[in-house]
């Protein structure tokens, strides 16, 4: 198997000819220039293949050292090796400086050109990787991948784009389980910050009284335990972005510590004298109302004013019911790559009985169910038996005997029926409709079987 490409600028034919046969019978690919212009033309034709540019340094067009900006300019991920016939310190000390991984005085013996250019190749092969990840990872979060084209959805990812690029605070308000950290996820990655650390953290999984050394670190002996000094989240995302979910579960006293750090970008760490700074962008989210807590006397009205700057409401499943096919056909790919099994479709009762179910639980919901269900399935398409038991309930079609029933307790059943079927199962929505309450909607659904 090839080791990669390596491009070879010299001058000297004979010895152009040696270097590349010493490194074909490594198993490298060896592209030849004479000079630095072809070289040049050659690293741009071929830059997604070459690992490493071995380049003389005195060109008949230009030198080596002076090149190597170009060189990096052009193959930012490959690496350069500089050969020379007189090595000196001040040459090989400017190259290092400039981004060249190594220095080479041509004489040096095969196999320590061939370690110098194994290292090379090997890191530039780790940088092709770690880009290759970092663009995964943009791709999987970014505003385009998120699934669905629901208007309040689009709405949604409208407003998040337009902060994005800004470092303003954002606060992300909707249900648990509707995706608020994948919003905050693709605002980090559409915003300049998108290099740097991205650090989440839910506030109700951490017990109250850890919360705050978690978010601030502490010194060595702030308290029993505190044996070396640590780190807080806060810290660890300088220069990213922090990302605080269920924010509303702060303390009042952690609430003012963590209103400092919105107002200065400083705070104090537990056991210390001296204020820590910190660069981050904030980015909360909670499934509360903070502007009612904060009326109630239960979350800071000053720190929730703070983190309102920019307000994003993300919508729950049951605001986005035309999405549910869409996302149920990625969860069932996605988790039948995951268990090796070959699953083409939803079944349409199957998807009846997901448009028509309550999504308390929104996405998170959604994904749990289908990956339930892949387990379960026998043959190649999903069925209701393979869905948990609240989707085999399915509404009865109207008897010939309660056809023709003109009674009023009939027509109320056959109404709530219907407006049932047409609201997909929605049972405020179908409450609206019917101008009765949800609790009474309930009450009327189980009464009459439905």
Known sequence: MPNGT????????MLRQ?????????????????????????LREHVDEILVVLSDVKLPD?????????????????????????????????????GAFDYLTKGDSDDQLIVVVDRAAEKARLQRRV?????????????????GHAPALEQAKK????????????????????????FAQAIHQASPRRGKPFVAVNCSAFPKDLLESELFGYKKDAFTGAL????????????????????????????????????TRQFTKLGDTRPTSIDVRIVAATNRNLRQEAEAGNFRPDLYYRLAVFTV?????????????ELANYFLQFFAAKLRRRLHGLGPDVLAQLRAHDWRGNVRELKNVLERAAILADGDT???????????????????????????????????????????GNKMEAARQLGIGTKTLYRKIQEYGL
């Open 382 to 424: 999903l069925t209701v038996d393979d869905l948990p038991p609240e989707f085999h309930h399915i509404l009865p079609a109207p008897g010939l005997d309660e056809a023709t029933d003109r009674t009023l307790r009939t027509q109320e059943k056959r109404q709530i029926r219907q407006v049932l079927i047409d609201t997909g």
């Open 228 to 263: 070396a000094d640590k780190k807080g989240l806060l810290e660890e995302a300088s220069g990213g972005t922090i990302f605080l979910d269920e924010i509303g579960e702060l303390e009042l006293n952690v609430q003012a510590k963590f209103l400092r750090v919105l107002e």
């Open 18 to 42: 040696a270097v590349a046969r010493t490194l074909e019978l490594e198993g490298y690919t060896v592209r030849q220039a004479p000079d630095a212009m072809r070289g040049l033309e050659a």
């Open 62 to 98: 230009g030198r080596g050292l002076d090149l190597l900006p170009r060189y990096k300019a052009l193959a930012p991920l490959a690496e350069v090796v500089l050969m020379t016939a007189y090595g000196t310190i001040p040459d090989g000390v400017r190259a290092m400086k400039e």
């Open 313 to 325: 409401p993300v919508p729950g499943l049951n605001e986005r019911r035309d999405d549910v096919p």
């Open 6 to 13: 390596i491009l070879l600028i010299d001058d000297e034919a």
């Open 159 to 182: 407003l998040a784009q337009r902060a994005a690029p800004t470092d303003s605070t954002v606060l992300l308000e909707g249900p648990t389980g509707a995706g608020k950290e994948l």
């Open 131 to 147: 880009a290759d990840l970092e663009k995964k990872v943009g791709t999987q979060y970014s505003f385009d991948s998120m699934i």
